[in-house]
Each structure stands twice: as C-alpha cells, then as structure tokens.
C-alpha cells in the first residue's frame, strides 16, 4: 500500500496527538519552563545588540583601514603604520586639526557646528527668504548654546585661536542684538567681522 502524501501524514500525527490519552505537561511545569525561556531571549537580545555595535565599530575600522591602505598603494607613504594609526584614530578621543594641533573630538565638532550653522545663517539673512532665514538662525543659536554650555572657560580650548575666534564671533554677534533689538538686521561692518572670525577659527580646526 502506498504511504499517504506528506501533508496527510503531518494532519494524521497532529490528530493521533489530540486524541492521545497522554496526559499535557502539567501547569505548573509549563509556566517553570516559559520563566527559564525568558532571561535567554534577554540574553539573546542584548548579545545582538552588543553584535550589531561592535560590526558598526569594525565597519568603521575597515573603512578607515582601507583609506589608509589606498593611500599607502598610491604613494601617500606610511604602509602598516597609516593602517594601524587608522585603527587608533577611531578609539582616541582626541582628533588632530588642520594647523596640527591635538585636540578634543567633542570640541572640534561642536566648533565647527557653530562656524557652519552661523555662516549659513549669515548667508540667509537678506536673501529674501524669511522661513528659511528663521530656520538657519535657530539652528545658529543652538550650536552656540551647545557650544559655550560644554566649552566656556575650560582650560583645555580657552586659549586655542579657534576658541578666541569663536568667542569673539559670538561677543560682536550678542552685543549687536543687544543694542539694536532681536529683529534688526546686521550691518555690513558687523557682518563682515563675524565672518572674519569664523573664517580664522575655520583655519584652526
């Protein structure tokens, strides 16, 4: 006699076990193995998630390796040594800037926010286009709020040129509005000068 086709042999096994006179595993027993399922798959989950950070560092280092390593193939000199400092750069919380000077990464970036944020916000102010002049300025004015809360007075930057340059940016930027209302446009003069202070920060970032 011929074996019935595979979906009627899973439909008979899944009715010989309802019909089975075994009895079901007990309550108790179930609710004992569904509370030991519970801290794995926790477990689990915060494995993949510690995965999926560490393949984000490595796809990081990889990428950076590969930087160092085209540049080395094209002359660019270092070999091994570029290769390893790429992988370095990635875990140093310092960053080496255009003038090369060793400085804080968080520093860096949050100057450099505020020398774009406030250029385009310069940019925008008479070009005619009111919603997104508003949009630049605020955005301006919480990189500089995030800026002086995390950098004001702190030893490691207060004397750096990018920091004096930013701080003066800032100061001519304040005390225009302060005397003339936070609805007047900057003169030229006033324009000008922030632009010069962004620029010569810009230099030594």
């Avoid at 508003?134 to 995030?146: H, L, N, P, V, Y």
Wanted: hydrophobic share 40%.
């Amino acid at each position: 006699m011929p074996s019935p086709p595979a979906a009627s042999m899973s439909l008979m096994v899944s009715r010989c076990y309802c019909c089975s006179s075994s009895p079901s595993p007990p309550k108790q027993r179930r609710d004992a193995d569904s509370k030991q399922q519970q801290p794995i798959r926790g477990a689990r989950l915060s494995v993949t998630r510690r995965a999926l950070l560490l393949a984000a560092v490595v796809g990081s280092a990889a990428g950076r390796v590969r930087a160092a390593e085209e540049k080395a193939e094209g002359g660019g000199g270092g070999g091994e040594e570029g290769v390893l400092d790429a992988i370095k750069s990635i875990f140093d919380p310092n960053e080496r800037t255009k003038a090369g000077k060793v400085l804080p990464k968080a520093y860096l970036k949050a100057a450099r926010e505020v020398v774009r944020t406030l250029r385009e916000s310069l940019k925008e102010e008479h070009g005619g286009d009111v919603a997104k002049f508003r949009r630049g300025a605020d955005a301006a004015k919480e990189s500089i709020r995030e800026f002086l809360a995390g950098w004001r007075g702190q030893q490691a930057v207060a004397a750096e040129e990018s920091y004096v340059a930013l701080e003066r940016a800032i100061r001519s930027l304040a005390e225009f509005y302060s005397k003339a209302g936070p609805f007047a446009s900057l003169p030229k003069d006033v324009k000008d000068k922030i632009l010069a202070d962004l620029s010569t920060a810009d230099a030594f970032l």
